[in-house]
Antibody, heavy 119, light 110 residues
Framework: QLHLQESGPGLVKSSETLSLTCTVSGGSISDSSYYWGWVRQPPGKGLEWIGCIYYTGSAHYNPSLKSRLTISVDTSKKQFSLKLRSVTAADTAVYYC???????????WGQGTLVTVSS | QSVLTQPPSVSAAPGQKATISCSGSSSNIWSNYVSWYQQLPGTAPKLLIYDNNKRPSGIPDRFSGSKSGTSATLGITGLQTGDEADYYCGTWDTSLSAGVFGGGTKLTVL
């Protein structure tokens, strides 16, 4: 059974960089059928797609975040990561990692991790 | 503003049917597959429907999906109190080259 687990600081200071890692277990991160993605949800609000990456390193980003965002993958560690620079309070959210197929459906999700941006 | 439009709330009685709509455009719903997610309070979203109308293993056939043109619909029959949750539609937007979600619909089973 595939399992995804987010890890990283729960508190980030305004203007600094938010960094999260998702560790994949129970399956291959190099499976050519899937992308590995990030979705966030501000408190009390809806889902926002952040971006996704293929095991080769090819990535797609949300246009509204692209200038501040880097998603990377480390197949040897079965991990993919998110770095969001110059954060503000608007970046406070629960961040989920998920497995995403070619039709953009996400069948496996991490439990989510709350990241709070403080001033 | 979400790229896909969903009604903020839908309600129906136990045992009845609820439908949730998702409206988009030619660059997203019309030209790509739609998926639907259920999110219970405090939990991660769960995939209910993929590729417009397919159910993952373990999802009961009370849940169904359809797509027509630039709109998609989630149907839930035989409503149970445990179906009370937020529901989201999602797809790919070819123009944005990005994933997109609807704003979510809160289902209340009265």
């Amino acid at each position: 059974q595939l399992h995804l687990q987010e890890s990283g600081p729960g508190l980030v200071k305004s203007s600094e960089t938010l960094s999260l890692t998702c560790t994949v277990s129970g399956g291959s991160i190099s499976d050519s059928s899937y992308y590995w993605g990030w979705v966030r949800q501000p408190p009390g609000k809806g889902l926002e797609w952040i971006g996704c990456i293929y095991y080769t390193g090819s990535a797609h980003y949300n246009p509204s975040l692209k200038s501040r965002l880097t998603i990377s993958v480390d197949t040897s560690k079965k991990q993919f990561s998110l770095k969001l620079r110059s954060v503000t309070a608007a970046d406070t959210a629960v961040y989920y990692c998920a497995r995403e197929d070619s039709s953009a459906s996400r069948d496996y999700w991490g439990q989510g991790t709350l990241v709070t941006v403080s001033s | 503003q979400s790229v896909l439009t969903q009604p903020p709330s839908v309600s129906a009685a136990p045992g009845q049917k609820a439908t949730i709509s998702c409206s988009g455009s030619s660059s997203n719903i019309w030209s790509n597959y739609v998926s639907w997610y259920q999110q219970l309070p405090g939990t991660a979203p769960k995939l209910l429907i993929y590729d417009n109308n397919k159910r993952p293993s373990g999802i009961p056939d009370r849940f169904s999906g359809s797509k027509s043109g630039t709109s998609a619909t989630l149907g839930i029959t035989g409503l149970q109190t445990g179906d009370e949750a937020d529901y989201y539609c999602g797809t790919w937007d070819t123009s944005l080259s990005a994933g997109v979600f609807g704003g979510g619909t809160k289902l209340t089973v009265l």
